[in-house]
């Protein structure tokens, strides 16, 4: 949902163009057929400064690349076209997408590829935990694209990846950002999960309730809030973290509204981030939200009970994630404390 920063091979390779993300038309057609049909919204190509990254072009991003694609490897940081990937990448820190790199959803916000989904690779947890142990990371995210076609959504595959990284690297802990898994069989694929014990289990809301029928058309929020809800219930020492994105034409009432909603799900930690406009045919930037504004999120979501705040322009799910979890882990001591 972010501009795409890469070389020109790169983005020849992902139908990617430069400034802002956009794609060709047939690109377009090709990474979102059922969006094809939809009008044009104009991309707002003029971004304020604060929105504004360097291309990346370091040492450490290069060799992140290169180990990637050398175990065949998709990452959120490309599909989504993170605007941190150049710093993210040059520390050697990356977010891992399992399931494939096809969507079986078509949200209006996100430029992950839609249509028809891959064939679930048996080689992908142990991939994920090779590549873990070669960057020597601390902390890991893992996300994946949705698989409505999966009988458990995907349960069993982020299971034994999770598996195959506290193996590889019992040091290493583990946050997972999963789809909502509409239409499984009650907490199954929850308990699924949980039984691999990730340190931190993230489902992200997304957006407001009202904006749902627009730019999450394929989910439904108080769904996504029970899984959250759920987590908890079922193990209350994993912590819990979701997030939204902001400018999409959202009231600062409703987001305070979801501050409260994600608080009675006992919801640890909460990020806040600028949603930017991948092509012509997903949804329109409504507003760019200033830092001051980010700052005055953050001081409510803190005020409400939040462990941990991520809020600002460029805050994504997994932006400094493992020094987010390093200062999450002190503030539930400092509360049980007292």
């Known amino acids: 949902?972010?501009?795409?920063?890469?070389?020109?091979?790169?983005?020849?390779?992902?139908?990617?163009?430069?400034?802002?993300?956009?794609?060709?038309?047939?690109?377009?057609?090709?990474?979102?057929?059922?969006?094809?049909?939809?009008?044009?919204?104009?991309?707002?190509?003029?971004?304020?400064?604060?929105?504004?990254?360097?291309?990346?072009?370091?040492?450490?991003?290069?060799?992140?690349?290169?180990?990637?694609?050398?175990?065949?490897?998709?990452?959120?940081?490309?599909?989504?076209?993170?605007?941190?990937?150049?710093?993210?990448?040059?520390?050697?820190?990356a977010t891992f997408m399992i399931l494939g790199s096809v969507c079986t959803r078509a949200c209006a916000f996100c430029n992950v590829a839609t249509g028809l989904p891959d064939k679930l690779d048996p080689h992908e947890p142990e991939n994920v935990a090779k590549a873990t142990a070669e960057l020597g990371l601390n902390h890991i995210v893992i996300t994946s694209v949705d698989r409505d076609d999966l009988d458990d959504g995907g349960a069993e595959h982020f299971a034994r990846t999770i598996a195959q990284i506290h193996l590889h690297s019992p040091g290493t802990t583990v946050e997972i950002l999963t789809p909502d898994f509409k239409n499984k069989d009650d907490a199954k694929p929850l308990e699924t999960i949980l039984k691999s014990k990730p340190e931190v289990f993230n489902h992200n809301l997304e957006t407001v309730p009202r904006l749902y029928p627009t730019i999450r058309p394929g989910a439904r929020y108080f769904q996504s809030l029970r899984i959250l809800h759920e987590v908890k219930q079922l193990d209350p020492s994993t912590f819990t973290k979701s997030g939204l994105m902001v400018g999409l034409g959202e009231t600062k009432q409703e987001v305070m509204q979801v501050m409260d909603d994600l608080r009675s799900a006992d919801v640890d930690f909460l990020t806040i981030g600028q949603y930017l406009q991948p092509?012509?045919?997903?949804?329109?930037?409504?507003?760019?939200?200033?830092?001051?504004?980010?700052?005055?999120?953050?001081?409510?979501?803190?005020?409400?009970?939040?462990?941990?705040?991520?809020?600002?322009?460029?805050?994504?799910?997994?932006?400094?994630?493992?020094?987010?979890?390093?200062?999450?882990?002190?503030?539930?001591?400092?509360?049980?404390?007292?």
């Open 1 to 93: 949902m972010t501009q795409q920063i890469s070389s020109v091979e790169e983005k020849k390779q992902r139908n990617q163009v430069p400034d802002g993300g956009l794609n060709h038309d047939n690109a377009d057609r090709m990474r979102h057929p059922e969006k094809a049909h939809k009008p044009d919204n104009e991309v707002r190509r003029k971004k304020p400064d604060w929105l504004r990254v360097k291309a990346p072009t370091s040492k450490g991003y290069a060799e992140t690349k290169n180990l990637m694609r050398g175990l065949k490897l998709n990452t959120v940081c490309e599909e989504a076209g993170c605007p941190n990937i150049g710093e993210c990448w040059d520390k050697k820190h």
């Open 279 to 338: 092509t012509p045919k997903h949804a329109p930037v409504a507003d760019f939200i200033t830092p001051e504004e980010f700052k005055s999120y953050e001081k409510i979501a803190y005020g409400k009970g939040f462990l941990m705040v991520s809020s600002s322009p460029l805050t994504r799910s997994s932006h400094h994630a493992g020094d987010d979890f390093v200062k999450l882990k002190a503030a539930r001591e400092k509360k049980l404390s007292k």
